[in-house]
Structure formats: structure tokens, C-alpha cells
């Protein structure tokens, strides 16, 4: 067996499915990072395309060819960012983060939907809670049915 091909292996994160999120999220925050510290500060604080006003007086992103060197790399971080979370989804995903164009708001709604809203998280474990607290051994129930149960 090759061991670069073994090695490879485990630096790539899963791809996401929608199952098994808090494992995709973490080795992707740490693949992220390993590809560009400042990669991951873009999903961190996000990014936005320099805009200038028009002649309706509305806004329209400036046209790239005249961003600055530090919009430019900005730009790049985001981009590194949003090519590792768009690789490493599956096409459900994939349709979810599409129209995604900042890498953080690609985060943030796969986030969303596969733990849901704080408000959500804190409901979900109240009722956990409650559950464990009720949980007790029937009469009639061997300790390694209520082993398993718990």
C-alpha cells in the first residue's frame, strides 16, 4: 500500500450528506485551516465585494480588474474557503450553498440546516433533557434492555 495515497486520505474531510455534520465540521475547520489560516478568518468574518455606486446612484460590485492587492487577496481567501466547503458536500448539499458566493454564508446555511437555529439546539436538548430525567427501568425489562435504551 502507498503510504502518501493513506496519508491523503486522512487529511481529506468526509463529504457531507447531511449526516454526521459535527465530524464534517470539525475536519473541515481544521483542513480549512491547514490550507490558509487566513482562509478560515473569511468564514470567520466574512467577506464582501467592493462596491461602487452607478450612475442610478444604486450599487454594483467594481469591476475586479480595479481591486486594490489586499481586496484581491481578500478575495482569494474567500475563494480557497468556498472551494473547500463546495468540494466536500454532496450534491443535496451542493443545491443548498449554490448561489453561495462568500464563504461564510456557505458555512453558516450548512450549519443551519444540519443543526439548526440556537433557538432549535436549546428546545432539542430541553426536551433530551426531560427524557433522561423521566428515563427509569421497568419491572419487566432486563438491565441490558436499559442499558441499551439509555
Known sequence: MDSSNTANSFLKPPVLDGTKYPLWK??????????????????LTGWTAPKIVDKEGGYIIKPETTWTTEVTQLSSFNAKANNAIFSN??????GLITDCVVAKIAWDTL???????????RTRMRLLNSKFENLCMSEDETISEYDQRL
Open 26 to 43: 470539525t475536519r473541515m475547520r481544521l483542513t480549512i485551516i491547514a490550507m490558509d489560516e487566513r482562509a478560515w478568518q473569511s468564514i
Open 89 to 94: 458536500v454532496d450534491m443535496r448539499m451542493f
Open 111 to 121: 450549519q443551519e440546516h444540519c443543526e439548526g437555529s440556537e433557538s432549535f439546539k
